[in-house]
């Protein structure tokens, strides 16, 4: 545990998408990519048409679904059993997701997680944005915790970091712990000296993930305990 927080949801990619009408509560830092790659060349058959249409079609589904979950944290079982049909369809739907598209700032959207669902603020702060920062090598767990809304500097926010290093073969992610860190997210970043995450020099296997879906804007994973985020 760090400070308080389980250790286990670390292990977790996130699911995450920059349709920001569809969930208002998804930060401006998300990945945006807000354009469909769908087939436009005339050589294209219908099928490759109809087959890219099915995965549009799923992917709208199921943000729609997400919208009533607040990330999971409120969603009864019937709509957590609704954002897994909508995942299944859509992955059924899809072709192999590209690894390569791992990189990016991701927001998480919705989990069914018990590690992640169990996390809240405190008296003074409440849980704001769970996300991810990944590079070509590490992977920074971020979470944020917001004043409560009687505390004057609303836009002040304490990041809580857990920075992984991350191996990929194909669609399949190990991570290996490597370091801890906490800061405060800008603007309030930019007026302070900030403290680097602290690195040591060996490396604690941390858990996996498969890649089940990735087209650079929403990615969808299965944890080693089998839950979706």
Not at 41 to 69: C, F, I, M, P, Q
Not at 104 to 111: F, R
Not at 175 to 196: V, Y
């Amino acid at each position: 545990r760090i400070s308080g927080l389980p250790m286990k949801w670390l292990t977790l990619a996130v699911l995450s998408c920059a349709a920001e009408a569809l969930l208002p509560g998804v930060h401006h830092e998300t990945k945006r990519a807000l354009l469909f790659a769908l087939a436009t060349d005339g050589r294209e058959t219908s099928t490759v048409d109809s087959a890219a249409a099915a995965v549009t079609d799923a992917k709208r589904d199921l943000l729609r679904a997400l919208v009533v979950t607040d990330r999971g944290f409120s969603a009864s079982a019937s709509q957590q059993a609704a954002v897994r049909r909508s995942i299944d369809r859509l992955v059924a739907a899809a072709s192999p997701s590209d690894a390569s598209k791992l990189q990016g700032n991701w927001t998480l959207a919705w989990t069914d997680a018990p590690d992640i669902l169990g996390l809240s603020g405190g008296p003074l702060a409440v849980l704001g944005r769970i996300g991810q920062v990944i590079d070509d090598t590490t992977i920074i767990n971020v979470i944020e915790y917001e004043p409560v809304s009687w505390i004057p500097l609303q836009k002040l926010a304490l990041q809580q970091r857990v920075v992984l290093e991350y191996a990929q073969t194909g669609n399949e992610v190990t991570l290996t712990l490597r370091g801890l860190g906490g800061r405060l997210r800008p603007p309030f970043a930019d007026a302070f000296e900030q403290p680097r995450d602290v690195v040591g020099p060996t490396s604690v296997p941390f858990g996996r993930f498969q890649i089940l879906f990735n087209d650079g804007e929403v990615r969808v994973v299965r944890t080693a305990q089998g839950y979706f985020s």
